[in-house]
């Protein structure tokens, strides 16, 4: 699912607990009890001790399930008990990461990214992350088209690709749209909590294709411009897993809806 796994790394771990975090924060919303929002929230904060853009990318798959949820509920009341439990799981998460970073010392997180000056320190022609991730020289400005280090419709092949899928843009484009399409069809024809996973599904990744969109945007030197896409392959083979467990309940749940 990742080849990082197969060398220890803090951000491993990280993305352990992150994921973690993200099925008690499912939990957390559907249950409306202070205990699992309060967990929830201690195990998010936690995570983004070790790796930001994972939790992140938890984020905003929790928001697509909140918003799933609001879509399911029936009535101000469990309305209002949903927003609640995210609400308490956001202000956990927001007040225990803040401690962790003031009282961990050393640099914030992603230390190369929130100061990529530091890399022009070095005073070379070539992409020093480059060469030292990769032992081959690259000239400096000779990656990307235009702004972006990584063309966008790569950037998706990228992802796609870690998850050992290789295939055209239309190919690609074909599998999103039925991406969306299963993620409806779960909403509108499983009657159980599987109805949601969707959207959750959905959730990953967008949170995944966003951030990834973002590094190769944002930043010009190959670690920090390829981030996203060398780390996504676990989120994207999850975003399937969701898809594919949801649509095995949507034959036996359509016949009891028709």
């Known amino acids: 699912m990742s ?7 803090a951000e491993a771990f990280g993305r352990a607990v992150a ?28 995570a983004s ?6 939790v992140v990318v938890v984020v905003i798959a929790l928001c697509f399930a909140g918003a799933a949820e609001l ?27 803040a401690l962790i970073r003031v009282f961990a010392g050393g640099s914030f997180g992603l230390g190369g990214a929130s100061n990529p000056s530091g890399y022009a320190a070095i005073h070379t ?8 991730f990769t032992g081959k020289f690259l000239p400096l400005g000779a990656a990307g088209s235009g702004h972006w280090y ?12 870690g998850a050992g899928i290789f295939w055209p843009a239309w190919g690609l484009l074909l599998l999103y749209t039925g991406c969306v399409l299963a993620a ?6 499983v009657r159980t909590d599987l109805r949601t996973i969707g959207m959750i599904g959905a959730g990953i990744l967008a949170g995944l294709i966003g951030t990834a969109l973002f590094f190769s945007y944002h930043y010009q030197v190959y670690i920090d411009g390829t981030f996203a896409p060398r780390r996504s392959s676990i ?12 649509c095995a309940r949507i034959r036996p749940a359509a016949r009891g809806f028709w």
């Open 3 to 9: 080849t990082d796994f197969t060398e220890y790394h």
């Open 19 to 46: 994921f973690c975090a993200l099925a008690l924060g499912i939990y957390a919303i559907r249950q409306r009890r202070w205990g699992p929002a309060v967990t929830a929230g201690v195990v998010l904060a936690a």
């Open 49 to 54: 001790g070790t790796h930001l853009v994972l």
């Open 71 to 97: 879509l399911r509920d029936e009535g101000n009341r469990a309305r209002l008990m949903t927003l609640r439990q995210g609400v308490v799981l956001a202000a956990v998460s927001v007040f225990l990461g």
């Open 125 to 132: 022609s070539f992409d020093p992350t480059f060469y030292l």
């Open 150 to 161: 990584v063309p966008p419709a790569r950037v998706v092949g990228d992802i796609t690709a």
């Open 184 to 189: 409806i069809l779960l909403f509108v024809l």
């Open 235 to 246: 989120g994207s083979a999850m975003s399937g897993s969701c898809w594919l467990t949801g």
